[in-house]
C-alpha cells in the first residue's frame, strides 16, 4: 500500500509530504483548492505523461517521492528482478521517484536505481488502481478481465490442469515442428551428406589424432636429420681411412712399420740403443694408439648411423595422413579435433533422416493426443467460467441499484479465441459490459457509462471482487460526482467495505462519503506573499467535524450544521 508521497515543487505545491495508511482516507477541499494536483502528482510517480507545465514557476525542476509497503508474495519484486533490480528485503519500502525539469524532460528511478518510464508504468499497475472522471485504469482494461473473474470463483486447479496440458501441447508442437524442419533439411541435402559420411568414415579421424601426428611428424623431421648428420661425419671418417696416400690411415700404418725397422731385434743389448730406441718405442706406442682410436671411432660411428636410421617412408605416410586431416577439416570449415564430432553428427542427420518418417508419425501421434487433453481440460475450464460469470454477473447487478445505477446492467462476456490465439489460460477472453439503459445493448465499460457512472461501477465491482487483485492502493476521483443524500451514503458504505480489503484514496465533495473515512485530509489554498500555494494537512477529530460541518452548510457553519456532521460520523 502507499505509505507517504513527498512532492516538491509541483504546480501550486512547493514542499509536501503526506503519511498515509490503512483503510479509507478521504480528501476534500473547496473546488480549486489543488486535489487534482495532489492526484497528478501520484500519477507522475505510476508513469503518467510528464510536462514542464507541471513545475512550479521559478523552480528548476519538479520531483515526487511514492513509498509503498508491499505484502507477502506480491509479484512486483520479480518483474523488478527480471530488469536487474532486486529489493534485498520484501519488508523494505518501495520507492518510486519521478523528476521532471523545466524544458519537459523527465527521469525515472525505482528505490533510487534509473528506470525507464514503461517499466515504471508496468510496476505501477502493480500497486495502484485509478478510477476517476476522465481516466480509468484498471477495471477498465479489459487484459485484467479475465484474471478477475477467475479469481472470482473459477477453481484453480482446474486453471492449473488448463495450462499444464497446453505447455505439454506446445512442446510435443514444437518438437514435431523441429523434427519436420530437419528432415526437410536433411532430405536437400541427402546426397551430400551421404558422401560427407562416406568421406569422413573412410578417414576415420580419431580424437586428438592431429596432436599426435604432428608430434610423430615433428619427431621424424628432427631424426631424419640428425641420421644425415651422422652419415655425413661417418663418410668423412671412412673417407680419411681409406683416402689415397698419403692418407691418415696409411700414413700410420706406414710410420709404424718404419719405426718398427728401427728398433733393435729381440735379444740385442737395449742399452746400446740408447735413448733414441726409448723415443722410437713411445712414437710407435701413440701410432699403435691413433690406429686404435681411429677404427674404434669407425665402430661407433657405425652403430650411431644404424641406431638413427629411419624409415622414409613413415615420415610420408605422417605427413600425407595430417595434411589429408586438415584438408578435411577445412574443406567443411571445422577444426581437426572437431571431424570425429562432425561425422557423429553427420550420421545422426542420415539416421534421422533414414528413420525419420516413423519418428514425425509417432509426434504427429503425440501431438493429436496432447491437443485433445487440453481441448478437454480447456473445455471444462470454460464451463466453469460461464458458470462463475453468471454468478459475478448476479453479484455486481444487485450492487447497482444503490448506486443510483438501477437501470444498468452488468454482462460478462466469454468471446471464444481462434485456434491460434487459445493460450496456458484457455480458450477464451473476457470482456466487461454494461447496458446502461434498457434496450441498449451491452458495451464495453470505458464506452458506454458517463465518468460518474463509470466511476460507480467500477466501485461496485470493487466491492465484488475484494481482495482478488493484487493491487493494494485503489484510488477514486469524485466518484460520488453528481449524487447526493441515500446514493452517496451507499457509495461510502461501499467505500469502507473495500477498505478493509485494500486501501482507499477518494476524493469526494460528498459529506456521507467524506464522514465514513477512516483518514481525512484537507486540500487548501492560500496566499503567501503574493505567491499561491496548495497545502494538504491530516485532520483530527474535531477538525474533521468542521471540514464536514462545512461541506455540509458551505461558507457559514452552524450548530445544524455541525449536528449533522455528529451524526454522519457516528453513523
Known amino acids: 500500500m502507499l505509505t507517504h508521497l513527498s512532492i516538491r515543487d509541483v504546480v501550486l505545491i512547493e514542499r509536501l509530504d503526506l503519511p498515509f495508511s490503512p483503510g479509507l482516507t478521504v480528501l476534500t477541499g473547496e473546488t480549486g483548492a489543488g486535489k487534482s494536483i495532489l492526484l497528478d502528482s501520484l500519477g507522475l510517480t505510476l508513469g503518467e505523461r510528464a510536462s514542464a507545465g507541471l513545475v512550479r514557476a521559478g523552480a528548476e525542476q519538479a520531483s515526487v517521492t511514492a513509498c509503498f509497503e508491499l505484502a507477502p508474495g506480491h509479484p512486483l519484486p520479480g518483474l523488478l528482478a527480471e530488469q536487474g533490480i532486486l529489493i534485498d528485503d520484501p519488508r523494505d519500502p518501495l520507492v518510486l521517484r519521478r523528476i521532471v525539469t523545466v524544458d519537459g524532460r523527465s527521469r525515472a528511478y525505482i528505490n533510487d536505481q534509473p528506470a525507464g518510464v514503461t517499466l515504471l508504468r508496468r510496476a505501477a499497475s502493480l500497486l495502484v488502481e485509478i478510477q476517476g472522471q476522465h481516466e480509468q485504469m484498471g477495471l477498465a482494461d479489459q487484459s485484467t478481465h479475465l484474471d478477475l473473474l477467475d479469481a472470482f470463483g473459477v477453481p484453480a486447479d482446474l486453471r492449473a490442469d488448463t495450462a499444464a496440458a497446453y505447455r505439454a501441447w506446445m512442446e510435443a508442437t514444437a518438437e514435431l515442428a523441429a ?24 578417414l576415420a579421424p580419431q580424437e586428438d589424432e592431429e596432436t599426435h601426428l604432428a608430434g610423430l611428424r615433428q619427431s621424424l623431421q628432427q631424426g631424419e636429420r640428425r641420421g644425415e648428420a651422422i652419415a655425413a661425419g661417418a663418410g668423412r671418417t671412412v673417407a680419411c681411412a681409406t683416402a689415397a696416400p698419403p692418407g691418415p690411415a696409411a700414413a700410420l700404418r706406414g710410420a709404424s712399420r718404419t719405426l718398427q725397422r728401427l728398433l733393435p731385434a729381440a735379444g740385442e743389448d737395449d742399452a746400446a740403443a740408447g735413448g733414441a730406441d726409448r723415443l722410437a718405442h713411445d712414437a710407435l706406442a701413440a701410432l699403435e694408439r691413433a690406429e686404435e682410436a681411429l677404427g674404434e671411432a669407425e665402430t661407433l660411428l657405425s652403430r650411431l648411423a644404424a641406431d638413427a636410421e629411419s624409415d622414409p617412408h613413415l615420415l610420408e605416410q605422417t605427413e600425407e595422413r595430417l595434411f589429408a586431416l586438415r584438408a578435411a577439416a577445412r574443406k567443411h570449415g571445422v577444426s581437426v579435433p572437431e571431424l570425429p564430432g562432425l561425422l557423429a553428427a553427420f550420421a545422426d542427420r542420415l539416421a534421422a533422416l533414414d528413420s525419420g518418417n516413423a519418428r514425425i508419425g509417432a509426434l504427429q501421434e503425440a501431438v493429436r493426443t496432447r491437443r485433445a487433453r487440453f481441448e478437454d481440460t480447456a473445455g471444462r475450464l470454460s464451463a466453469a467460467r460461464e458458470t462463475t460469470a453468471r454468478r459475478l454477473e448476479q453479484a455486481v447487478t444487485a450492487e447497482l441499484r444503490p448506486l443510483r445505477l438501477e437501470r444498468a ?79 452517496a451514503s451507499a457509495i461510502g458504505d461501499r467505500l469502507a467495505r473495500v477498505g478493509h480489503d485494500v486501501q482507499v484514496l477518494v476524493v469526494t465533495h460528498s459529506p456521507q462519503v467524506a464522514a465514513r473515512g477512516d483518514a481525512h485530509l484537507r486540500i487548501s489554498k492560500s496566499v503567501t506573499k503574493g505567491r499561491t500555494e496548495t497545502r494538504a494537512e491530516p485532520l483530527s477529530a474535531a477538525q474533521r467535524r468542521e471540514e464536514i460541518a462545512r461541506m455540509l452548510a458551505g461558507d457559514t457553519i452552524t450548530e445544524a450544521a455541525r449536528a449533522a456532521a455528529d451524526s454522519l460520523l457516528q453513523g
Request: aromatic share 6%; net charge negative; no cysteine.
Open 179 to 202: 523434427a519436420q524442419a530437419a528432415m526437410e533439411n536433411a532430405a536437400r541435402e541427402e546426397d551430400w551428406l551421404r558422401q560427407s559420411v562416406e568421406d569422413l568414415s573412410s
Open 409 to 487: 446492467r452488468f454482462f460478462v462476456s466469454l468471446p471464444p479465441l481462434p485456434p491460434e490465439a487459445w493460450t496456458a489460460r484457455g480458450r477464451e477472453q473476457a470482456a466487461f459490459q454494461i447496458a446502461a439503459n434498457p434496450g441498449q445493448p451491452p458495451g464495453p465499460l470505458a464506452k458506454v457509462a458517463s465518468g460518474g457512472e463509470l466511476s460507480r461501477l467500477m466501485l461496485a465491482l470493487k466491492v465484488v471482487l475484494a481482495g482478488r487483485s493484487a493491487v493494494p492502493t485503489l484510488v477514486f476521483d469524485e466518484v460520488d460526482s453528481g449524487v447526493g443524500g441515500a446514493t
